[in-house]
């Protein structure tokens, strides 16, 4: 019995359709529009990446919707592939991404918006500077109803999976039932 193998985005495809003149390794700057980002070109000088110059370039991430806001963060580094002039990379984070947020409000039908957090050093959690909100869905909600409900200012970790749409839009989830607790 033949299985199908599965392809994994990897350096390794886009040296099989590439020439090595058209792949170059990027560092996210900014976002320029839409799906697409300034980047510049670096290279690695003993053993840590450095950029190259100066210059900048517009890279499209073709992981994202055209019509879509950005998500890629600045300082991310990818490899670009240059195709018809036109420079292309595939970043998009894990199907199964999970990081901390803090509810803000409530949305109704057990959806909530939600910042995403950074850890200081000092162990704290605070709003994650640039960082897009997010609507997430309290499972527990969706299966105990109203009484599982979560106050604003709560920190949840959320994880983010792919609908089935085409193209697929991440969704967000987290688990977090309310419990009364009764003094006697």
Request: hydrophobic content about 40%; proline content about 7%; aromatic content about 8%.
């Amino acid at each position: 019995m033949a299985s199908q193998t599965r392809f994994h985005d990897s350096l390794y495809r886009l040296a099989q359709i590439g020439s090595p003149n058209g792949i170059r390794l990027m560092r996210i700057l900014e976002l320029h529009q839409d799906n697409r980002y300034r980047a510049q070109a670096v290279e690695f000088d003993d053993g840590s990446p450095q950029l190259v110059d100066t210059d900048t370039t517009i890279v499209t991430n073709l992981a994202e919707p055209a019509d879509c806001p950005g998500q890629v963060p600045a300082d991310t580094d990818a490899v670009a592939l240059d195709v018809e002039g036109r420079w292309v990379v595939f970043l998009r984070r894990p199907a199964a991404a999970a990081f901390v947020v803090r509810i803000l409000s409530s949305e109704g039908g057990a959806e909530y918006m939600a910042r995403p957090q950074v850890v200081q050093p000092s162990g704290e959690f605070a709003d994650e500077s640039g960082a897009s909100d997010v609507v997430a869905t309290n499972l527990a909600e969706l299966s105990l109803g109203p009484g599982a409900a979560v106050d604003v200012g709560t920190k949840v970790l959320v994880s983010s999976l792919p609908d089935t749409g085409s193209p697929p839009t991440i969704r967000y989830f987290f688990d977090h039932p309310a419990y009364a607790k009764y003094l006697d």
